[in-house]
């Protein structure tokens, strides 16, 4: 049977399919999640190249637990986005060298990473200002106003509770605006 | 600058937040064709990977399969008490076929421990019932 990334077969159904052997069905479902596993990953990451690495890592999972995967536990997007996140953190940690959760939030328009923001390109601006965001906050407003996720759902890939993560969307928002102040004359926000 | 004034440009740069949000929402990064096949490369691996350890087992299948063939059919058959059963049934016909029925009657009349005139008019049917008349037959030979 071919399969494509429109096709109307379920998420679970598709993975299952491949779980049974089914090219077609692998061949959909890489359509249909790996833009969303790299979209995320390189929102998270700010760099292409490893977020293609975390994609390509997340769809291995997926094949990986195609087999056992158990129907109407859990969303299929929302086992990937957790995966991806997970992969994220991990990437983001060993690339710093330190806990995250130990970095100090930014204060609001932190001079010398606005300084940083070089680039006058609005989603350059946006890409810098999510870097600078505390990994937990990033991936909260990354998954709530990027990928459009309700907080519900947001909480069931964070694996927190959804005051949780209405607080760090709120947090991680009015940082990105405090972030965003310094350029918006260059982002052509400025005579607005 | 005042508070109102203050609000205001906070009310307005969170409006420009979320504009600039909802524009990168829109924008989809294209799937890069080589990661494409970079991930159907490893979905191809997994299910070669899956298939993989089943070829030792499918090696050996041929005595499997002997084996449960020979199961099956003595489960269907009722096992070996039964195969027994037949087995004996089957030597005990072959026996009659070759002594014929005059000398089973004579084996039966030793084994039940009485004379074979009696054996002959032992009748569990009233009248002429087929195997009265055969015995009669066979006695007038």
Same mark, same amino acid.
């Given at each position: 049977?071919?399969?494509?990334?429109?096709?109307?077969?379920?998420?679970?159904? +598709?993975?299952?399919?491949?779980?049974?052997?089914?090219?077609?069905?692998?061949? $959909?479902?890489? +359509?249909?999640?790996?833009?969303?596993?790299?979209?995320? $990953?390189?929102?998270?990451?700010?760099?292409?190249?490893?977020?293609?690495?975390?994609?390509?890592?997340?769809?291995?999972? +997926?094949? !990986?637990? $195609?087999?056992?995967?158990?129907?109407?536990? $859990?969303?299929?997007?929302?086992?990937?986005?957790?995966?991806?996140?997970?992969?994220?953190?991990?990437?983001?940690?060993? !690339? !710093?060298?330190?806990?995250?959760?130990?970095?100090?939030? &930014?204060?609001?328009?932190? &001079?010398?990473?606005?300084?940083?923001?070089?680039?006058?390109?609005?989603?350059?601006?946006?890409?810098?200002?999510?870097?600078?965001?505390?990994? !937990?906050?990033?991936?909260?407003?990354? +998954?709530?106003?990027?990928?459009?996720?309700?907080?519900?759902?947001? %909480?069931?890939?964070?694996?927190?509770?959804?005051? %949780?993560?209405?607080?760090?969307?709120?947090?991680?928002?009015?940082?990105?605006?405090?972030?965003?102040?310094?350029?918006?004359?260059?982002?052509?926000?400025?005579?607005? | 600058?005042?508070? @109102?004034?203050?609000?205001?440009?906070?009310?307005?740069?969170?409006?420009?937040?979320?504009?600039?949000?909802?524009?990168?929402?829109?924008?989809?990064? #294209?799937?890069?064709?080589?990661?494409?096949?970079?991930?159907?490369?490893?979905? #191809?691996?997994?299910?070669?990977?899956?298939?993989?350890?089943?070829? =030792?087992?499918?090696?050996?299948? =041929?005595?499997?399969?002997?084996?449960?063939?020979?199961?099956?059919?003595?489960?269907?058959?009722?096992?070996?008490?039964?195969?027994?059963?037949?087995?004996?049934?089957?030597?005990?016909?072959?026996?009659? @076929?070759?002594?014929?029925? @005059?000398?089973?009657?004579?084996?039966?009349?030793?084994?039940?421990?009485?004379?074979?005139?009696?054996?002959?008019?032992?009748?569990?049917?009233? @009248?002429?019932?087929?195997?009265?008349?055969?015995?009669?037959? #066979?006695?007038?030979?």
């Amino acid at each position: 049977m071919a399969f494509d990334a429109s096709s109307q077969a379920s998420d679970e159904v +598709l993975l299952v399919l491949y779980g049974n052997g089914d090219r077609g069905a692998a061949r $959909a479902l890489a +359509l249909r999640f790996t833009p969303l596993a790299l979209r995320v $990953a390189a929102r998270m990451l700010g760099d292409r190249a490893e977020a293609e690495d975390v994609a390509q890592e997340a769809m291995l999972r +997926l094949w !990986r637990v $195609a087999p056992e995967w158990r129907q109407g536990e $859990a969303r299929v997007s929302t086992w990937l986005y957790r995966v991806v996140a997970n992969l994220c953190t991990d990437r983001l940690r060993r !690339r !710093r060298g330190v806990g995250l959760d130990e970095i100090a939030e &930014p204060e609001d328009g932190t &001079p010398g990473v606005v300084e940083r923001m070089i680039d006058t390109d609005r989603a350059s601006a946006l890409q810098d200002a999510l870097d600078a965001l505390p990994e !937990r906050q990033r991936q909260a407003v990354v +998954l709530r106003h990027l990928e459009g996720l309700t907080n519900p759902e947001i %909480a069931a890939v964070m694996q927190i509770g959804v005051e %949780a993560v209405e607080s760090l969307t709120a947090r991680g928002k009015r940082a990105l605006a405090a972030l965003l102040a310094g350029q918006r004359d260059e982002l052509g926000y400025g005579h607005g | 600058m005042n508070w @109102g004034m203050a609000m205001a440009d906070r009310n307005h740069q969170a409006d420009e937040l979320d504009t600039l949000l909802a524009a990168a929402s829109r924008e989809l990064p #294209e799937l890069p064709p080589a990661l494409l096949a970079r991930v159907l490369e490893d979905a #191809e691996a997994e299910l070669a990977a899956r298939a993989a350890p089943r070829l =030792p087992m499918a090696a050996s299948r =041929p005595a499997a399969v002997t084996g449960g063939i020979l199961a099956d059919l003595l489960a269907l058959i009722g096992g070996w008490r039964a195969i027994s059963g037949l087995a004996t049934a089957t030597i005990a016909g072959v026996w009659i @076929g070759f002594a014929g029925l @005059g000398t089973l009657s004579v084996t039966a009349a030793d084994l039940l421990g009485v004379s074979s005139d009696t054996l002959v008019t032992f009748n569990l049917l009233p @009248g002429d019932d087929v195997f009265a008349l055969a015995m009669g037959l #066979e006695d007038t030979e």
